[in-house]
Nanobody, 116 residues
Framework: QVQLVESGGGWVQSGGSLRLSCAAS????????MSWYRQAPGQEREMVAH????????SYEPFAQGRFTISRDNIKNTFYLRMTDLKPEDTAVYFC?????????WGKGTLVAVSS
């Protein structure tokens, strides 16, 4: 059974930093493509960043470029989202998503709240 468990969310002041983690189990981690998404209150879920199998290929949405860094550890079966210079508009529930061998999995999310 595939499980994705996010952690690392919380409350932070504007300009602060957080590192989110997504621990995966029950799948072939090294063959999985991973993404972070977020969903703000009343908004649709949107992609934040994406990382390929080895971690060499990454992509970011414009709002994340230069402030967020996605990474993965294929030994710990965990991937990360380092977020810096956080803004109130970054407030959202952040989800990890894994695409592995044609199947799609989502974590339950972790809340990030940024105060001004």
């Amino acid at each position: 059974q595939v499980q994705l468990v996010e952690s690392g969310g919380g409350w932070v002041q504007s300009g602060g930093s957080l590192r989110l983690s997504c621990a995966a189990s029950g799948l072939s981690f090294s063959e999985a493509v991973m993404s972070w998404y977020r969903q703000a209150p009343g908004q649709e879920r949107e992609m934040v960043a994406h990382i390929g199998f080895t971690g060499d290929a990454t992509s970011y949405e414009p709002f994340a470029q230069g402030r967020f860094t996605i990474s993965r550890d294929n030994i710990k079966n965990t991937f990360y989202l380092r977020m810096t210079d956080l803004k109130p508009e970054d407030t959202a529930v952040y989800f990890c998503r894994v695409l592995a061998l044609g199947s799609n999995y989502w974590g339950k999310g972790t809340l990030v709240a940024v105060s001004s």
